[in-house]
């Protein structure tokens, strides 16, 4: 894993899903969920369950493209805690589009509290990231 990429660390991650959200950065926001989101947001967005995650990215931009971008400035992005997943419990029905094996690979889970400005105005927020195969993600309906 390289070192700056954002899936290097659950602090990288956190801060880049709330940039990549404010900024309309679709691209890394992609990069910031795992495959089994991808699958749920294709769905959601009217495309195949298994379409290509250039595809999601392409469809999303589109809904995107009246969003106006807010520039973001993060503060800190501190993890709050860390569990083995042995230690936490991933509500599993949650996720529709999660598969067992997909289940299976996650290693760790990871409180993340960022702290941001965006338009002046100081916003915190606290993020649940999962590790799986070495890449942290940021876990959505957490």
């Given at each position: 894993?390289?070192?700056?990429?954002?899936?290097?660390s659950?602090e990288?991650?956190?801060?880049a899903?709330?940039?990549?959200?404010?900024?309309?950065?679709?691209?890394?926001?992609?990069?910031?969920?795992?495959n089994?989101?991808?699958?749920?947001?294709?769905?959601?967005?009217?495309?195949?369950?298994n379409?290509?995650?250039?595809?999601?990215?392409?469809?999303?931009?589109?809904?995107?493209?009246?969003?106006?971008?807010?520039?973001?400035?993060?503060?800190?992005?501190?993890?709050?805690?860390?569990?083995?997943?042995?230690?936490?419990?991933i509500?599993?029905?949650?996720?529709d589009?999660?598969?067992?094996?997909?289940?299976?690979?996650?290693?760790?889970?990871?409180?993340?509290n960022?702290?941001?400005?965006?338009?002046?105005?100081?916003?915190?927020?606290?993020?649940?990231?999962?590790?799986?195969?070495?890449?942290?993600?940021?876990?959505?309906?957490s």
């Amino acid at each position: 894993v390289k070192t700056n990429s954002v899936n290097s660390s659950p602090e990288k991650v956190a801060a880049a899903t709330i940039k990549s959200e404010y900024e309309i950065d679709i691209k890394t926001m992609m990069k910031c969920i795992p495959n089994f989101t991808i699958r749920e947001i294709a769905v959601d967005e009217g495309l195949s369950e298994n379409a290509s995650r250039s595809d999601v990215i392409k469809k999303v931009k589109e809904d995107y493209r009246y969003e106006t971008s807010q520039k973001v400035e993060i503060v800190s992005s501190q993890l709050m805690e860390e569990y083995d997943i042995s230690d936490y419990t991933i509500f599993r029905e949650l996720y529709d589009y999660m598969t067992d094996k997909e289940y299976d690979l996650i290693t760790k889970v990871a409180k993340v509290n960022v702290e941001f400005i965006v338009d002046g105005e100081e916003n915190s927020i606290q993020l649940t990231c999962i590790k799986m195969k070495n890449k942290w993600y940021f876990l959505r309906n957490s």
